[in-house]
């Protein structure tokens, strides 16, 4: 089956504890991105990657890295969470940059106490 | 800037037909897509709209105005399992990035 997987689910951390989010995708796409949501705000986005070691920041890359060392693997790395970074994360991806619909994974909601 | 606006929530009655619509300015335009979201769950794609008129998928229909910065999602004869947010988003062009609203929130009652 054709996905997005993302884990863990839920995470619940404490400020300054490094953590990663791993986001995989079977269906041999080029370009992934990761998206937070809060409420109010809709859905923004992170970071993004058009294909295997080429990545670029979005909207919102503050207190965030990523890597894309192979091509269906696009893991969100938080060096030092704060509160502020309590969300809804969502990993997507498409067959490349410039195709749509874009595929989301089923969400990764975080919490920094 | 880029501003995508939609109604915060709706209800409707089950078996109606319903409206939401979305105004947006963003720096460019590459194309207009309509998600749905249950609640914690991943958003699905809806439709697509990139030149002006209705597109009809089922029980979904979507319209685009390019020169009024408009589109609107129109739903027919509601079922409780439409009961979801739907997101408005769109793509300013360069690569596939999605500039999305915050979202419509739709109560579908009996």
């Known amino acids: 089956e054709a996905q997005v997987t993302q884990n863990p689910r839920y995470l619940i951390t404490v400020t300054g504890k490094k953590l990663t989010v791993t986001c995989s995708q079977n269906m041999n796409h080029e370009y992934m991105s990761w998206y937070r949501q809060d409420p109010g705000l809709g859905l923004r986005q992170i970071y993004y990657?058009?294909?295997?070691?080429?990545?670029d920041k979005g909207d919102v890359p503050e207190g965030y890295k990523v890597s894309r060392k192979e091509k269906r693997n696009f893991p969100l790395i938080l060096e030092s969470p704060s509160p502020n970074q309590t969300s809804l994360y969502f990993c997507?991806?498409?067959?490349?940059?410039?195709?749509?619909?874009?595929?989301f994974g089923n969400g990764t909601r975080l919490t920094v106490t | 800037g880029q501003n995508i606006d939609q109604p915060t929530e709706m209800t409707a009655t089950e078996g109606a037909i319903v409206q939401i619509n979305c105004t947006y300015q963003t720096s460019g335009f590459n194309g207009l897509f309509w998600y749905q979201q249950h609640a914690g769950e991943a958003p699905t794609f809806l439709s697509y709209n990139v030149l002006d008129g209705l597109e009809e998928k089922g029980r979904f229909s979507s319209f685009l105005s390019r020169s009024k910065g408009y589109s609107y999602l129109l739903l027919k004869e509601l079922q409780m399992k439409d009961s979801a947010s739907y997101l408005c988003a769109v793509n300013p062009g360069g690569y596939n990035k999605l500039i999305f609203g915050a979202g419509t929130r739709l109560a579908v009652h009996p």
């Open positions: 997507a991806s498409s067959s490349s940059v410039r195709s749509f619909p874009l595929h």
């Open positions: 990657s058009m294909n295997v070691e080429v990545t």
